[in-house]
């Protein structure tokens, strides 16, 4: 049998939200249980192809059209669907078209959309047979075991153009789904939990990607989140350490060199961490990861190791400075504990990140103003500003409810979420766009002084780590992020400040490359060439060193001593047009 799997294009374009473009690892997971027990199974990533929302840039055509051409082409007799808010109109349309040109299919939708929305799913798209709750790996193989053995037995899964009464009596006896049972509607319950995660079939035996997890579930009770709730149980289970290494070496053997490590809160079981980390130190891999988790759940002693290991960042859902907020948002941690943490973090040479929500319930102008000075405390070098906006399975989701302020039906509307003062009477649009831009402002103008404030641990042993990581945020202001932004004053020479004082710390090439490339951008290529000497004198077969010298050589029209620097590399084609323009120019 021939499995589809199908992550959805979002309604409106992701400006600051990549995540949103990947593959989300559930589908990965699901794919791999079924290829194990020799179903052919695959992934349509349908994000990249652009918004499905047509009032926005991009095409709704583009996505219906990549997914029209794959169905066609593969002929899946089943196809399975993650489901978010933001893309439940995308799946929704490849449903039906889906159920159009394969009406046999057996059209199942999963994920925190479908676990949450399951009547309106049903009612808005005529199309789907099954919603799987939750957690989907035990269901899914089920359900799909059976479809295969109704389509054997009986030639089709349908009859009528509904589920054949004979797969739906099979349904009926897998927990953790809703399917279509004629007229209604039959839901089976709470879904069976994977006890033991390591059972699980490693998804990179199949599948390239980056954003991995060692844990499901979150002990933290947020009224915003739907992670709780979705995993049903308050029960954090995790991976091994062995488990989750084997997963990040096997893709590092595939010349993946940076994760993203989706845990609510990774740092949750130290120990778990620190053998990880230590068996990433021992294989040298090479590689560098970021992770999520919360401000009470940093113990110092798994810093260092968790650097070592190549992470260079942590990214905190702080959310507001104000304790009535907190409250209200069901996170009502004390701001000392956020700043020790951050204090912590970026002493080990991590990137500290911020996530700060604004527009709550119960927000006003003080507020917001205890929200400004707990980040002039924390001093963020990365922030993040949301809008609070509410969906389907959290708690200020139900209240809104509760009070009448929206109903279930909203979701028929061309939007991805609903904001919270489109509901809230007490707050408007005018003063919660207010609250961000000065939210924002605030970090922006307060931005250097973060960056001047940084220390380190006195570890000798850390400073080729420390000069790293100055020099690689260094980066962000000469060539990335910060560099691009308006709203950054003096990003060169902040730049300049981090690459030297990277210097200051321990030889780093990234340092004195920066600083080379700067000076590059000001025609000032004899002091480029300089950092360059004392570069190359550290790390004489640095490529992007040599690199970066044999264009400030054809740049003052030494040729012949340029080509030097670029024969070693001379496999790379991108070097192919330098290497070109040298030999001829000291042939003439």
């Known amino acids: 049998m021939k499995i589809i799997f199908v992550n959805p294009s979002c309604q409106d374009p992701r400006v600051t939200d990549p995540d949103a473009l990947q593959v989300p690892i559930g589908l990965y997971y699901l794919a791999a249980e079924l290829l194990d027990q020799g179903w052919i199974s695959g992934i349509l990533n349908l994000a ?29 007799e089943v196809i399975g669907f993650s489901v978010t808010s933001p893309t439940r109109i995308n799946a929704m349309a490849c449903a039906a078209i889906a159920r159009q040109l394969l009406p ?13 929305m399951v009547d309106f799913l049903f009612n808005a798209c005529p199309a789907l047979d099954v919603i799987v709750k939750g957690e989907g790996e035990i269901s899914t193989a089920k359900l799909v ?6 389509k054997t037995n009986f030639g089709s899964i349908h009859q009528d153009q509904t589920i054949r009464a004979e797969l739906a009596q099979n349904l009926a006896q897998i927990s953790g789904i809703v ?41 933290g009770k947020c009224t915003f989140c739907g992670s709780p709730k979705f995993w049903g149980t308050s029960v954090v289970r995790r991976h ?15 010349g993946v060199t940076h994760f993203f490590i989706s845990d609510d809160t990774f740092t949750m079981d130290a120990d778990a961490v620190k053998q990880l980390c ?20 940093i113990d110092e002693s798994i810093l260092v190791p968790m650097r070592r290991a190549g992470c260079i960042q942590i990214s905190f859902g702080i959310e507001s400075g104000a304790a009535s907020i907190k409250k209200v948002l069901g996170k009502p941690i004390e701001n000392d504990i956020c700043v020790a943490a951050f204090d912590k973090v970026c002493a080990a040479g991590i990137l500290p990140r911020a996530y700060f929500i604004y527009g709550s319930p119960g927000e006003t102008d003080a507020t ?14 990365s922030t993040v500003f949301y809008m609070l906006v509410t969906f389907p399975g959290t708690a200020l989701y139900n209240r809104a409810l509760q009070k009448g302020w929206t109903h ?3 979701w028929q509307k061309n939007i991805e979420d609903l904001p919270w003062w489109e509901l809230d009477p007490n707050i408007n649009f005018g003063r919660v766009k207010q609250w961000g831009d000065r939210l924002r402002q605030a970090f922006f103008d307060h931005l250097e002084d973060f960056i001047n404030r940084i220390t380190f641990d006195p570890d000798k042993t850390s400073a080729p780590l420390h000069a790293d990581f100055l020099s690689r945020l260094a980066m962000t202001f000469s060539h990335g992020e910060y560099a691009r932004d308006k709203r950054v004053k003096n990003s060169e020479q902040m730049a300049i400040n981090l690459f030297e004082k990277a210097l200051g710390v321990y030889p780093c090439p990234r340092a004195f490359q920066g600083l080379a490339m700067i000076y590059q951008q000001q025609k000032n290529f004899p002091k480029a060439m300089a950092f360059l000497d004392k570069g190359l004198s550290h790390f004489p077969k640095d490529k992007d060193l040599c690199v970066c010298m044999g264009v400030c050589l054809m740049n003052t029209g030494d040729f012949r001593n340029a080509l030097t620097f670029f024969t070693p590399f001379a496999q790379d084609p991108a070097l192919g047009q330098y290497i070109s323009i040298c030999k001829q120019k000291t042939t003439v």
Not at 52 to 69: M, P, R, V, Y
Not at 145 to 150: G, L, S, T
Not at 368 to 381: A, C, V
Request: proline share 7%; with cysteine; hydrophobic share 35%.
């Open 368 to 381: 917001i103003q205890e929200s400004i000075d707990l980040m002039t405390r924390l001093g963020p070098l």
């Open 145 to 150: 075991n059976d479809a295969k053995k109704v």
């Open 48 to 76: 990249p192809a652009g918004p499905a929302n047509a009032s926005a840039q991009g095409s709704t055509q583009k996505a219906l059209d990549l997914f029209t051409q794959s169905i066609l082409q593969e002929k899946p």
């Open 240 to 254: 091994s350490p062995q488990w989750l290494f084997d997963e990040i070496n096997a893709l590092a053997q595939k």
């Open 408 to 410: 279930d039906g909203v």
């Open 278 to 297: 230590d068996k990433i130190i021992q294989a040298n891999l090479g590689i560098t990861w970021n992770a999520i988790s919360r401000v009470d759940y």
């Open 179 to 219: 399917f279509r049972n004629g007229p209604s509607l039959d839901d089976t319950g709470i879904g069976e939990l994977i006890k033991d995660l390591d059972t699980l079939p490693h998804p990179s035996e199949y599948f390239t990607y980056q954003h991995l997890a060692m844990s499901r579930g979150c002990p």
């Open 104 to 116: 046999d299919s057996l059209i199942v939708f999963g994920g925190p959309g479908a676990t949450f």
